[in-house]
């Protein structure tokens, strides 16, 4: 189970620091890259730069703080932050009637869910 859950994390995390590159990159590109970026259209410049933020520093604390074994608890909360923000994440994209980015959403919040059930109760870092 542990192996699983350090997959399921690396895979997380990826996808959250790929997904920070709003970080660097302006609106404009993004509303550029086609219909399922449309999104960013609710959202203003300094909000698509605080979701990268929130991106970066999900990415980093699903798999830092046990590597570094320091605070490793961060890794649970860090997952259940990574659900809420896929939660906000499928919202936004069936408003927008984005039905199938939101079915890869719902995948990515079921991976965020798992990673936090596992460190919370069936595989904890001691």
Request: aromatic share 8%; hydrophobic share 65%; glycine share 8%.
């Amino acid at each position: 189970m542990n192996v699983a859950l350090w997959i399921v994390a690396g895979v997380l995390a990826t996808v959250l620091l790929a997904s920070s590159a709003k970080l660097v990159i302006p609106k404009e590109k993004i509303l550029a890259t086609g219909k399922f970026a449309a999104w960013a259209e609710d959202f203003s410049p300094a909000a698509l730069k605080a979701l990268g933020v929130v991106d970066l520093m999900g990415a980093v604390g699903l798999i830092l703080p046990a590597v570094l074994d320091i605070a490793p608890i961060l890794v649970p909360v860090a997952a259940t932050g990574t659900a809420l923000l896929f939660a906000g994440a499928i919202i936004v994209r069936i408003r927008r009637g984005l039905w199938t980015t939101a079915v890869a959403e719902v995948l990515y919040l079921a991976m965020a869910i798992f990673v936090a059930w596992g460190r919370f109760t069936l595989e904890p870092f001691a």
